[in-house]
């Protein structure tokens, strides 16, 4: 069974930090980019950071440059998403998604999916 599982998530305050993963069971990840996407009740989902197969191009949305930083371990079939200084507006339900080929900014070229993990920012 191919899956992705986030984990990492959780209720911190303001400032604080958080290190998601995204695990990949099932298949490899070193041909699959990955986006991480976020979305919040009532919103849209919004793309906040991606990474190349290889990863040596990464992309960030404004919204989060300065604080996120995307990186993998193939090795370990992982990515992860290093996310600082945390703002209340980042709360959202986190979600890695992987394609074949380059990283694309819709979601819908994305062909696996997670289930999410939460972030809540909360003082």
């Known amino acids: 069974q191919l899956q992705l599982v986030e984990s990492g998530g959780g209720l911190v305050q303001p400032g604080g930090s958080l290190r998601l993963s995204c695990a990949a069971s099932g298949f490899t990840l070193d041909y699959y980019a990955i986006g991480w996407f976020r979305q919040a009740p009532g919103k849209e989902r919004e793309g906040v950071s991606y990474i190349s197969s290889s990863g040596d191009n990464t992309n960030y949305a404004d919204s989060v440059k300065g604080r996120f930083t995307i990186a993998r371990d193939n090795a370990k079939n992982t990515v992860y998403l290093q996310i600082n200084d945390l703002?209340?507006?980042?709360?959202?339900?986190?979600?890695?998604?992987a394609r074949i080929g380059?990283?694309?900014y819709y979601p819908r070229h994305y062909k696996y999916w997670g289930q999410g993990t939460q972030v809540t920012v909360s003082s």
């Open 102 to 104: 380059f990283y694309s």
């Open 87 to 97: 703002k209340a507006e980042d709360t959202a339900a986190y979600y890695c998604a």
